[in-house]
Nanobody, 124 residues
Framework: QVQLEESGGGLVQAGGSLRLSCAASGRDVSKYVLAWFRQAPGMEREFVAAVGRDGGGPTLLATSVKGRFDISRDDAKNTVYLQMSRLVPEDTALYYC????????????????WGQGTLVAVSS
């Protein structure tokens, strides 16, 4: 089991950028798929992006963020990043880091390790 801690959230104007980080600890972190989800007030948690295990491999981005967000991982630092650009108010949410063993899935129920979340607020 891995433990996850997010950082990098904050308040940004529409059109701006932020980079979220998620530090992972535990055994064999490189063997885990690392992902980002978000949850806006009154909404269900939704998939944002994921990166495969063992140095990266495939990445998957939600349609709503494709072309604006990018996910990457640095296994030497046990950290996954979410680079967000051209932010819009609809991106406002609590962003969670998640991990699972094996392959990428987009359902939150498929992930068994979660961070506490970091808040991103985008003003218009």
């Amino acid at each position: 089991q891995v433990q996850l801690e997010e950082s990098g959230g904050g308040l940004v104007q529409a059109g701006g950028s932020l980079r979220l980080s998620c530090a992972a600890s535990g055994r064999d972190v490189s063997k885990y798929v690392l992902a980002w989800f978000r949850q806006a007030p009154g909404m269900e948690r939704e998939f944002v992006a994921a990166v495969g295990r063992d140095g990266g491999g495939p990445t998957l981005l939600a349609t709503s963020v494709k072309g604006r967000f990018d996910i990457s991982r640095d296994d030497a630092k046990n950290t996954v990043y979410l680079q967000m650009s051209r932010l819009v108010p609809e991106d406002t949410a609590l962003y969670y880091c998640a991990a699972r063993y094996s392959y990428i899935v987009t359902a939150s129920s498929g992930y068994n390790a979660w961070g506490q979340g970091t808040l991103v607020a985008v003003s218009s």
